[in-house]
């Protein structure tokens, strides 16, 4: 993504530096002391993973039978890099998830140009190709953020790409992501310059079967795409939903909208609807503890991902539930989730309504991993230090000041974790303040007034001066 080769540093000098880091980032939602990257009792479930049962959806427009969990490509694991620079996605690895996905009923694969540096498309492509093109779904994005992508030209070169790296010759869901920016983004990607009708002739010729939009943000854009639907005919909307944002998105990210109203524009319409985000960027695999042990109480051989996993399938226009998984373990916990599908119950909604209630007492940074704001041209791994202030913050070794009980233990476990998770070169205190973050982030989150904020608690507690 040229987007992402900023003037400072370009993704080549970037993965010298750091590598891409994905499976550090995804790792360290797992505790705030550094641990195995295989999954506590916490996070997964164990139990036979089922071959034959996987719960489908139709789609109303072209009758696909979709599975109900499908897999969100954002997440590749790594390997260290042969000429030892960083690391490269783990191919092997790859082609292992995705044999093991298709193998147990997941036809659905959900990429993009930006995702793992712009690498995604290419890996997920080597791994899909070596299955028959009728066994898979492939959805891909046009992802040309930069006001350096928005020419026709730039745009179209972009398209053209996914389908060489994807070696594909028709894309079945394509998605073009909006809100970031507002209606003046909108018309800057896609409509001045022509591209939304482009794809919709693209979808006339069948090279594009499902045309819709992703939706991050500004709502005005939402509203105004499905006042279009008629004209349009969308096949299908991406939002994000999960038990929090069901009613509290604005409680976690100011600029969302809640999942209750984006869900029940499409409902209305007959638009079925894919979910990103439904553990909320991995936050709702991690809870405190007091919330974990809530939920093991109803079942405690269900995993805590999976509570969110079944609220999402619940709903009965969701055609699939998007998940990055990066490990196997995480992969099998989501097919016995969905294997089939157990739906909610009306109690058991209102259960993790009053538990969405009780997490939002807990200041966490809503932070998804997405890594849109990586790399950074002064080399933080910006996603690993609001992370691991977030699994602090859920395992109460976020200390108000001294006084604290367990001061003196959360302060070891909060400044020994950073440095294990963090590099000391790449984090907070290295921030400037460029703002060169804030306008790539989905969540909105004020990137630079955050790490100011960690680096300023971490120098206390350093100092001993909270």
């Known amino acids: ?37 295989s999954s506590s009792s916490s996070v997964t479930a164990e139990g036979e993973v089922p071959t034959d049962k996987m719960t489908y959806r139709t789609s109303p427009t072209t009758g696909d039978r979709v599975s109900l969990l499908g897999y969100g490509c954002m997440r590749w694991p790594l390997k260290p890099s042969p000429d030892g620079n960083g690391e490269v996605i783990d191919q092997d690895a790859v082609n292992g998830l995705i044999d093991y996905a298709i193998a147990h009923g997941v036809n659905y694969f959900d990429t993009s140009p930006a995702y793992v540096q712009g690498f995604s498309e290419k890996s997920t492509g080597i791994a899909l190709s070596r299955h028959p093109r009728d066994k898979y779904f492939i959805a891909t994005k046009l992802s040309n953020f930069s006001p350096d992508t928005w020419s026709r030209e730039a745009s179209l070169k972009m398209y053209h790409k996914s389908f060489a790296d994807l070696q594909v010759d028709y894309i079945d869901y394509m998605l073009h992501g909006i809100g970031m920016g507002g209606m003046d983004a909108l ?136 998940s990055g998984m990066t490990y196997m373990e995480h992969l099998q916990d989501n097919l016995r989730t969905y294997s089939p599908l157990e739906p909610l119950t009306d ?66 476990a909060f400044l020994i974790g950073y440095d294990r998770s ?24 004020d990137i630079p007034k955050e790490l100011h904020r960690i680096d300023q608690f971490v120098e206390q507690l350093k100092q001993g001066t909270l």
């Open 187 to 322: 018309k800057g990607r896609y409509l001045d310059n022509g591209m939304l009708d482009f794809l919709i002739k693209e979808r006339e010729a069948g090279r594009i079967r499902n045309l819709g939009f992703s939706y991050h943000g500004d709502i005005e854009v939402y509203d105004y795409l499905l006042s279009r639907h008629d004209e349009i005919k969308w096949d299908f909307v991406q939002i994000q939903l999960n038990y929090v944002d069901w009613k509290h998105a604005k409680e976690t990210n100011a600029r969302n909208t809640d999942a209750e109203y984006l869900y029940g524009e499409l409902h209305k319409r007959g638009i079925p609807s894919i979910i990103m985000e439904p553990l909320l960027g991995g936050r709702l695999s991690k809870l405190n503890d007091n919330l974990v042990a809530r939920l093991k109480q109803r079942r405690p051989e269900s995993s805590v991902a999976s509570w969110a996993f079944r609220f999402a399938g619940s709903f009965p226009d969701i055609l699939t539930v998007l």
């Open 347 to 412: 109690e058991e909604m209102d259960f993790l309504e009053d538990t969405a209630q009780l997490m939002l007492k807990y200041p966490t940074i809503p932070c998804n991993d997405c890594k849109y704001c990586m790399p950074c041209p002064y080399g933080l791994d910006i996603p690993a230090t609001l992370l691991h202030y977030n699994r602090c913050v859920n395992e109460g070794n976020v200390p108000k000041n001294r006084q604290d009980e367990n001061y003196v233990k959360a302060r070891r």
């Open 1 to 37: 993504m040229e987007e992402k080769n900023k003037k400072d540093i370009n993704r080549r000098d970037f993965i010298k530096i750091a590598g891409i880091s994905a499976a550090t980032s995804t790792a360290i939602l797992y505790g705030c002391s550094p641990r195995k990257t």
């Open 422 to 445: 963090v590099p000391k070169l790449r984090q907070a205190s290295h921030c400037i303040g460029c703002n060169q973050c804030v306008p790539h982030c989905p969540q909105n989150i």
